[in-house]
């Protein structure tokens, strides 16, 4: 068996999380179990924010073979621009759920 850094995209919607796994392309997509995202953002809701990402995560690393030390997020895309406060909570959220590391690599 091979091991594999933790090495995540992320890509954030309305009420919904797609993660893909830099190393093997191991991709998900994981709509909310309750909404993240209000009208005025598309993150209102960090605790759910966070819930989601982890619920994604658990789906990649379940088939094993990852190593957990310094994983890292790639921030790709988000529905529509992110103002500081969005993007605050997202890191928090990414932290949250044990990313050693976020990286904001958006297309503004």
Not at 4 to 11: E, G, I, K, Q, Y
Not at 93 to 99: F, S, W
């Amino acid at each position: 068996m091979n091991i594999h850094r933790l090495d995540l995209d992320v890509a954030i919607y309305r009420d919904r999380v797609q993660v893909t796994h830099r190393g093997t392309d191991v991709f998900v997509d994981q709509r909310a179990k309750y909404p993240f995202s209000t009208d005025g953002s598309v993150v209102g809701h960090p605790r759910f924010l966070e819930d989601t990402i982890v619920r994604a995560i658990r789906q990649i690393i379940r088939e094993g073979g990852y190593l957990l030390r310094n994983p890292i997020a790639h921030v790709i895309r988000c529905d529509g621009i992110l103002n500081d406060e969005e993007k605050a909570i997202i890191e928090e959220a990414l932290h949250e759920t044990g990313m050693k590391e976020v990286i904001f690599e958006l297309d503004e």
